[in-house]
Structures are given as C-alpha cells and as structure tokens.
C-alpha cells in the first residue's frame, strides 16, 4: 500500500463520546501533519510531528489530543466535541530531510458531530 | 508573516475553455510554491510545484511559472475538460511552513 492513508473515511459522534482518527503513511516520512477543514474557510494547520516530536500547536482546543507513536503514524483522539467541529480532518506527511517542501495528503474523515 | 492569495471563485466554464487562476503571494524568503488539486470527496492532490525564480511547473496540460518579480504562480490550462471540476488551492512553503490559499472552486460544464 502506499501513499497516506486515513480511518475512518467517515465519522458520526455525539458531543460526549470518544473517538480516534488514524492516520498511516507509507512514503517513509519524518514529519505528519493534522489540518481541518471548513466549509468556506482556510485550511487550518492543527498540530505538526516531527521525529515523533511535536513541533506545532495552532491553539487547538484541549478537546483535540493528538498522538504520535512513530514516524508512520499519527492519531487525532476526540472527546466532548462540539457541533462547530464538524468538518473535514486531513493529514499530510513529508520529507524534511533533505530539504523536501511537499506534502502528501490522505483522502480526510469527514466528521460529524451532533 | 507569509501568505498567499487567490482568486475567489467560484469559477465555471465551458468544456475547452482556457483556464487561468491567479494566484499571489508574500514571502520574506524564497519560498516553493505549489497548486494542490481536490476532487470532491477527497484530500488534496499535489498538482504541479515550482521551487525557484522563472521554474515552470506543469502536470495534466496544467502549467504555472513562478514569477519573482510580480510575486505571482497564477495557473492555466489552455482547454479545460469536466474531469477537471475541482477545488484548486494555492500554496507557498518555507522552512517546512506551508501556507494555502482559500482556494477556488472550478466548475466545468459540457
């Protein structure tokens, strides 16, 4: 398999529950990135892993968890969400060694909350 | 700090229209500059990308050049089809700092 892979494609949630976004890329990448979408806004940049390491936090909500194991997965753990944060979630990967500036994205989850 | 901007949309044309979207942007370095494509329903594909003064990018009859002097990588395709349909973003990265565009939905009609 290759390329950036994202589970589930799909997700429904109420405020209080507790859900998991995965992430997976196999392009053997140092760095991964967590962005959300809005109908008509910007891309947002979320959270960005480097090395494991996280390097960025754009003033995400402490409702947003994010978790990085290793360099080829990354995690985007939810709890008591609100309607607001519906829209579609992305992650990217890329190359930083080297001095590669492109990033690859997964196809996103489009979450719903009620 | 660094940005880009984009023509807003949305944008509908003709099957085999010509096809220009502008984009400018602001840097205080040298930055690549890249035009991501998504497909409905999808994330965002990488398009074509340049990295320096006067480089041409080009990829599926889509081509943009970076032009230092007037800060722009405006993208053109010279005979549109609906396949094409999409949301196009423009972006700029520095340092590992990508920023996008608000992107511009394209809308082909046959």
Redesign the interface.
Known sequence: ETG?T?TPRHLVMGMTNKKSLKCEQHLGHN?MYWYKQSAKK??E?MFVYNFKEQTENNSVPSRFSPECPNSSHLFLHLHTLQPEDSALY?C?S?E?RGGS????????TRLTVL | GDSVTQMEGPVTLSEEAFLTINCTYTATGYP?L?W?VQYP??????LL?ATKADDKGSNKGFEATYRKETTSFHLEKGSVQVSDSAVY?CAL??N?D?R????TRLTVKP
């Open positions: 950036v994202q760095a910007p891309l940049l992305l990217a890329t930083t500036d492109t990033q690859y994205f997964g196809p996103g | 690549s890249f991501y329903g999808e994330g965002l594909q990488l990308k973003f990265s520095y590992n990508m996008f565009g608000a992107g």
